[in-house]
């Protein structure tokens, strides 16, 4: 399996940052243009400014540069899901997906990526580890929370509720592709706590001193 690893450098040779932000943030930019089908180093090289061997230097191929920097765009961490509610942590991660999904790039590369992982398992391999790690993240931050607070069943499935809660507007924004407003986040935060099965938080009460 390709790892997605940069190249050591050889020698005693130190790999500027600038020269390697401008290589990811041109890779980006050309894979929404063209696709990963079409993508060349050739062409990123072009983009970023630099000569095809300041690439080479940092990954030893197109499937190397694009595993890294699209892994490490979509693994960036969530903000700390903790508002003190269900419905809060809901309505803050829906502000959190619905800018990543609705970016430009986004938008573009992220339906290519997923018809070339049908067609190369190792993208598969990698986006499918990607998409567990983050799921998993959710779970622990968002569901598991909301059942100890009470506010969800202690049965509740956490990858089901994953699903419920990002599909909605994964199937909206990288799907249909078609814009969401402050109104349908809020809507969205209300059918899915429903859908969840939730109930509000109800304060533990502490046990009352038995009387002698």
């Known amino acids: 399996m390709t790892t997605g690893k940069r190249r050591a450098p050889a020698g005693a040779a130190v790999l500027r940052g ?3 932000t401008a290589i990811r943030r041109a ?3 050309e894979l929404a243009a063209v696709g990963y089908g079409r993508l060349s180093i050739e062409a990123v090289a072009r983009r970023a400014g630099v000569s095809k061997t300041a690439i080479y230097r940092r990954w030893n191929s197109k499937l190397d540069l694009v595993l890294e920097v699209v892994t490490a765009a979509a693994g960036a961490r969530l903000p700390a899901l903790d508002t003190g509610s269900l419905r809060g942590d ?3 991660l829906f502000q959190v997906v619905a800018h990543a999904l609705g970016h430009p790039l986004a938008a573009q590369i992220i339906p290519d990526l997923l018809a070339e992982a049908a067609r190369n398992p190792t993208i598969d391999e990698t ?3 990607v998409l567990r790690a983050r799921q998993q993240e ?3 931050r968002l569901i598991t929370r909301a059942v100890d607070r009470g506010e969800l069943p202690a049965t509740t499935d956490p990858d089901a509720a994953v699903d419920l809660i990002v599909g909605p507007l994964y199937w909206r924004l990288a799907i249909a ?3 969401v ?3 349908y986040l809020e809507g969205l935060v209300d059918s899915v706590a429903r859908a969840l099965g939730a109930v509000d938080a109800v304060p533990r009460q502490r046990a009352s001193p038995t009387s002698g």
Do not use: F, K, N
């Open 18 to 20: 600038d020269i390697t």
């Open 27 to 29: 890779l980006m930019q």
């Open 90 to 92: 809901l309505a803050l």
């Open 127 to 129: 986006l499918q580890q």
């Open 138 to 140: 959710v779970a622990g």
């Open 177 to 179: 592709r078609t814009p």
């Open 181 to 183: 407003t402050d109104s």
